[in-house]
C-alpha cells in the first residue's frame, strides 16, 4: 500500500517557525517529485513548494525566502522547513508524490499560527 504520512504540524506564534516531514511507503517515489500544499478552511487546494528527485525546487511567491523544501531519497522523506510563519500561513498541510502521471497524497498535517 502507498501511504505518505506527515508529523510536524503545530501552533506556533507569528515568526515562528516549523518543519514538517512527509515519509512515504515505498521506494516508487525516490525519483518523483514531491511537494507540499496547503488548504486553508474554505480554500482550495494550492501548492506551496515542489522538489525534484535531482534537488530543483520551486515555491508559492507568498512563502519564498521564507520556506525551504528538502528530500532525502534514501529515507524516502520530503521536508518543508517553515520560517517566519505569517497569520496567513495556516492551513492542513498536504504531502503529494506524483509517479508516472498519478498524484498520492497524505493525511494532511494542520499548521496555526497565532500569537
Known amino acids: 500500500q502507498v501511504q505518505l504520512v506527515e508529523s510536524g504540524g503545530g501552533w506556533v506564534q507569528p515568526g515562528g517557525s516549523l518543519r514538517l516531514s512527509c515519509a512515504a511507503s515505498?521506494?516508487?517515489?525516490?525519483?518523483?517529485?514531491m511537494g507540499w500544499y496547503r488548504q486553508a478552511p474554505g480554500k482550495q487546494r494550492l501548492l506551496v513548494a515542489i522538489?525534484?528527485?535531482?534537488?530543483?525546487?520551486d515555491y508559492d511567491d507568498s512563502v519564498k525566502g521564507r520556506f525551504t523544501i528538502s528530500r532525502d531519497n534514501e529515507k524516502i522523506t520530503v521536508y518543508l522547513q517553515m520560517n517566519d510563519l505569517k497569520p496567513e500561513d495556516p492551513a492542513v498541510y498536504f504531502c503529494?508524490?506524483?509517479?508516472?502521471?498519478?498524484?498520492?497524497w497524505g493525511q494532511g498535517t494542520q499548521v496555526t499560527v497565532s500569537s
Open positions: 503529494n508524490a506524483q509517479w508516472w502521471g498519478t498524484d498520492f
Open positions: 515505498t521506494s516508487i517515489f525516490s525519483s518523483s517529485p
Open positions: 522538489v525534484t528527485s535531482t534537488g530543483s525546487t
